[in-house]
């Protein structure tokens, strides 16, 4: 039972350029989501899902896509990148959506923009 | 405009003492989370408080729901070393909103 995994774990792009930040969880969890945590400003989220085939926007989904085609599998990409998003993205999962559900965190992509 | 602060930001002390974290804000949530961060990893949940007034205990840690379920805080009672790190509290309400953080370092 491996988690929440997340990759790569570091990437710098240049910008203008796209790449996808791959999410997965082996926990059978219907709810996920991603965060970019930045300093002095805790975590903010970007977009989240409720289950597969099924997304919505968070605080902070401006040049970021998702899709939710598996339960497992939560892909976040990067349309054009800007050193506006550099920042630390965590993947997170939960069982279910509601009051006070457990998010279990993936390990973090540290991501530069030059 | 950040839905929930977080006070102090940063906090240095001295192994022994004890210390205070607040988080506040000017909305209800339906419950809320504080997490703890080590440097490296993603953020791990301590506790979930859900009543209004409520007060949870985990060994020296005790975390208090505000009675209007707006405002928490987190209390440490004879900090260790093995405290340090990054705690962020998190709202429940039609999404999870996360606090600025408080930085705490425990000095031997």
């Known amino acids: 039972n491996a988690g929440v995994t997340q990759t790569p774990k570091f990437q710098v792009l240049k910008t203008g350029q796209s790449m996808t930040l791959q999410c997965a969880q082996d926990m059978n969890h219907e709810y996920m989501s991603w965060y970019r945590q930045d300093p002095g400003m805790g975590l903010r989220l970007i977009h989240y899902?409720?289950?597969?085939?099924i997304t919505d926007q968070g605080e902070v989904p401006n040049g970021y896509n998702v899709s939710r085609s598996t339960t497992e599998d939560f892909p976040l990409r990067l349309l054009s990148a800007a050193p506006s998003q550099t920042s630390v993205y965590f993947c997170a999962s939960s069982l279910t959506w509601g009051t006070g559900p457990e998010q279990y965190f993936g390990p973090g992509t540290r991501l530069t923009v030059t | 405009t950040q839905l929930l602060e977080q006070s102090p930001q940063f906090l240095s002390i001295q192994e022994g003492e004890n210390l205070t974290v607040y988080c506040n804000s000017s909305?209800?949530?339906?419950?809320l989370q504080w997490y703890r961060q080590e440097p490296g990893e993603g953020p791990v949940l301590l506790v979930t408080?859900?009543?209004?007034?409520e007060v949870k205990k985990l060994k020296r840690l005790t975390f208090q729901f505000g009675d209007a379920r707006k405002d928490s805080s987190l209390h440490i009672t004879a900090a260790q070393t093995g405290d340090t790190g990054l705690y962020l509290c998190a709202g429940a309400g039609n999404q999870f909103y996360f606090g600025t953080g408080t930085s705490l370092t425990v000095i031997p």
């Open positions: 408080v859900v009543t209004g007034g």
């Open positions: 909305s209800v949530f339906s419950s």
């Open positions: 899902s409720v289950g597969a085939g």
